[in-house]
């Protein structure tokens, strides 16, 4: 099998690309999974022209030259959800992932996170990543720290909840690479 030509990048067992319009029921449905949105503050998309109107409006590639990818498996270009960067309001960058329940537990989220941390510190020379989860979010915080991200702080953030912040310096990933 040949990857398509919008890859952005690829890593063992994925491959991801840009958001678009033709994953709007798979995206919708994704955001339609009470548990898989559980711990994010976020609702749940109305209906499918809800998520294809996300989706074609969605700008962050061009404002900031990354954003967050959907994640495909190569084995048979099953889309599984989504991983990436994406500039919150403080100017962080937060590094965040949201998959098919189906898919969890397979290594999928921490590999495509290595990957975008990588992609991150190596091609877009960023200085800082942060992640955040809800202190009850458990498999996400696992997520998190194996990919070590350090814990910075812990504070309630109005849609999450109590919010455990980690972060990653391009020097100290640069450092845990040699």
Same mark, same amino acid.
């Given at each position: ?34 548990? #898989? ?12 022209? !809800? &998520? ?7 700008? !962050? ?58 992609? &991150? ?17 458990? &498999?996400?915080?696992? #997520? ?35």
């Amino acid at each position: 099998m040949s990857l398509p030509s919008n890859v952005i990048f690829k890593t063992e067992r994925l491959y991801l690309t840009e958001f678009s319009p033709d994953i709007a029921k798979e995206f919708y449905e994704l955001n339609s999974d009470k548990e #898989v949105l559980r711990y994010t503050g976020d609702q749940a998309f109305a209906n499918i022209k !809800s &998520a294809i109107d996300f989706l074609q409006e969605y700008d !962050s590639y061009e404002k900031h030259g990354f954003g967050r990818w959907s994640l495909y498996t190569k084995e048979n270009d099953t889309w599984i959800g989504w991983c990436g960067l994406r500039k919150n309001t403080l100017g962080h960058v937060d590094l965040g992932f949201r998959l098919h329940r189906r898919f969890w537990n397979n290594g999928y989220a921490t590999e495509a996170s290595n990957a975008c941390l990588k992609y &991150a510190f190596e091609n877009l020379e960023l200085d800082l990543i942060i992640a955040r989860s809800n202190v009850n979010n458990q &498999a996400s915080i696992k #997520v998190i720290k194996k990919i070590s991200l350090l814990q910075w702080k812990t504070e309630i953030d109005p849609e999450m909840g109590e919010t455990i912040y980690f972060q990653i310096s391009r020097e100290m990933y640069m450092s845990n690479r040699i």
